[in-house]
């Protein structure tokens, strides 16, 4: 029965095409690294750099909604059907975790079994599953608890994670250092977490959740009298920026967007740069020997860039669709609504990251700054304008599918990404990669036919 379960909700969410094509992603990005042989310095950089991705993937689910849409693969057709049938409430909890489990242990491959190989080898398969069994546990372990708790939770989890990077052996992830202690406690994590989500797993609360949304009362309002278009999606921006992103990972569907105040942003993002600043400045300069003080000195200089990339694709991963676009078309065309929400949105996320950009040239040098400062804006203006024609969210129910195309489209989300990485440094890099973005960019900015395709598709969702 529990086979026929989980067999039932991977196909009916996920389906045999995507499935395929996450194995065949899966074998492609195994191969080069297990091909090729690392020293050892080099497999300790990526050591570096898969703890980071874990830290990042394992803990996502901890920051959905409070409800019960952020329980990984249930959906409202669970509520309305999969709850009603004579099925146990623990064997029902285990077959949404375990096709949670199939699904998400091959995006996970798919995203980071290149880190993972050269440190770990072919134990890197295993490891990778056992880290993809955390988000659906912790799920419906914390769904019911305040952000509070959950903000706890991620952090005792986080610095019991990081305490590898100091050598503890007894963290979940000190395989990456060569403790095979790390191995039992990752399986022993797994065992809790499981049996806890089993044991708290309940389809009535979720049922009565998944209809309460939480209500919060509206604290100031904004002014937008005498103000042009732009000015008023710039004033909008400048007061609150929207975070959008994923709460369920098995069928990719459920997109949760929580408004952030601009000023608590500025301030994350300035004490993050200070975080940097004081690594590479005081800790870890970039002095000849030891290598493993190099490795890390390089290794910090790469989350440096990567941090806001990331942060960066979350602000407008979600463009478009909670919008009013309606009123936004009687008074714009499409490419002129188009220029003036990309443009509102640079200038926004300039202001939240320019104290982080400026610490970081301190840091690193005026390199790194102008890739930030240049090559930020540029890649708002691709990943808008590639996610909300061939990526989009459906406005009206606040979900993204899951598909072949769309998890191939994913990879092109990667250029920005490493481009920024390597023309931090030098020179020459970084005028290519910068010259390079401007070209699959800035032509986005001048196609009327693309932004009338665009904005359409966007109406007929609604």
Do not use: C
Not at 5 to 25: E, H
């Amino acid at each position: 029965m529990l086979w026929k379960l989980v067999k039932f909700l991977v196909l009916s969410r996920v389906g045999k095409p995507t499935l395929v094509i996450l194995v065949a992603l899966v074998i492609l990005t195994s191969l080069p690294p297990l091909l090729f042989h690392y020293n050892k310095e080099t497999s300790l950089t990526y050591s570096y750099i898969g703890i980071f991705f874990t830290i990042f993937f394992t803990l996502s689910p901890l920051f959905a909604s409070q409800k019960g849409s952020s329980i990984p693969g249930i959906i409202k057709s669970d509520v309305d059907f999969l709850f009603q049938l004579p099925i146990d409430s623990k064997e029902l909890a285990l077959g949404l975790i375990i096709s949670n489990i199939i699904v998400s242990s091959l995006i996970f491959m798919v995203v980071i079994i290149t880190f993972f190989i050269p440190s770990l080898g072919l134990l890197a398969f295993p490891t990778l599953f056992l880290l993809s069994l955390i988000p659906p546990s912790l799920s419906v372990i914390t769904y019911s608890l305040p952000l509070k708790s959950r903000i706890s939770i991620a952090f005792l989890i986080v610095l019991w994670d990081a305490s590898a990077l100091m050598g503890n052996p007894f963290s979940p992830l000190s395989m990456f250092f060569g403790y095979y202690e790390g191995y039992f406690l990752l399986a022993l994590l797994d065992v809790l977490l499981l049996y806890l989500a089993i044991t708290r797993f309940n389809t009535v609360e979720l049922a009565s959740g998944y209809f309460a949304p939480e209500e919060k009362e509206v604290m100031k309002s904004i002014s937008f009298s005498t103000s042009t278009p732009f000015m008023a999606m710039l004033i909008k921006n400048l007061h609150f920026l929207e975070i959008g992103g994923r709460s369920n990972i098995l069928t990719a569907q459920t997109f949760i967007v929580r408004r952030v105040d601009v000023r608590w942003l500025i301030l994350v993002f300035t004490i993050i740069g200070v975080v940097f600043l004081v690594l590479l400045k005081i800790i870890y300069r970039p002095v000849v020997n030891p290598t493993v003080i190099n490795t890390t000195y390089y290794t910090i200089i790469a989350y440096s860039i990567l941090i806001p990339y990331m942060v960066m694709f979350f602000f407008v991963i979600s463009a478009f669709a909670f919008e009013p676009l309606w009123l936004y078309l009687s008074i714009m065309t499409p490419l002129e609504l188009a220029r003036n929400y990309i443009s509102s949105k640079i200038i926004a996320i300039e202001v939240v990251l320019l104290p982080y950009i400026i610490l970081i040239g301190i840091a690193e040098g005026p390199i790194v700054a102008m890739d930030l400062l240049i090559g930020i804006p540029l890649s708002i203006i691709f990943v808008i304008s590639t996610s909300a024609r061939f990526y989009p969210v459906n406005p009206a129910q606040g979900r993204v599918n899951m598909t072949p195309w769309s998890i191939l489209l994913g990879f092109i989300f990667v250029i920005p990404v490493l481009g920024s990485v390597a023309g931090a440094f030098g020179v020459i890099s970084l005028v290519i990669y910068l010259v390079f973005l401007a070209i699959i960019s800035l032509p986005f900015m001048f196609s009327e036919g693309y932004w009338e395709k665009t904005i359409e598709m966007y109406i007929t969702m609604i």
